[in-house]
């Protein structure tokens, strides 16, 4: 699921990979060539510019995780 004004991708040629039910929100940047796990959020304006496991909510410029609940 993408929200408006996302922007996925380099321009230096690295492509993300996205995995399965990702929900991405408005405005997050997805940069470089990394991998975006399974079932991960990625919050509205976000920059991501590492791997996001599996699962994994991340907020923030850069974007962080933020801890799993119990």
Not at 14 to 21: K, N, Q, S, V, W
Not at 25 to 40: M, Q, T, W
Request: overall charge negative; hydrophobic content about 40%; aromatic content about 2%.
């Amino acid at each position: 699921w993408l929200e408006s004004g996302v922007v996925i991708g380099d321009n230096r040629g690295g492509t993300p990979l996205l995995g399965d039910h990702v929900f991405v929100g408005s405005g997050a940047k997805i940069i470089g060539p990394l991998r975006v796990g399974d079932g991960a959020r990625i919050g509205a304006n976000a920059v991501v510019l590492s791997d996001v496991p599996d699962g994994a909510t991340m907020v923030g410029i850069p974007a962080r995780p933020l801890p799993q609940r119990d």
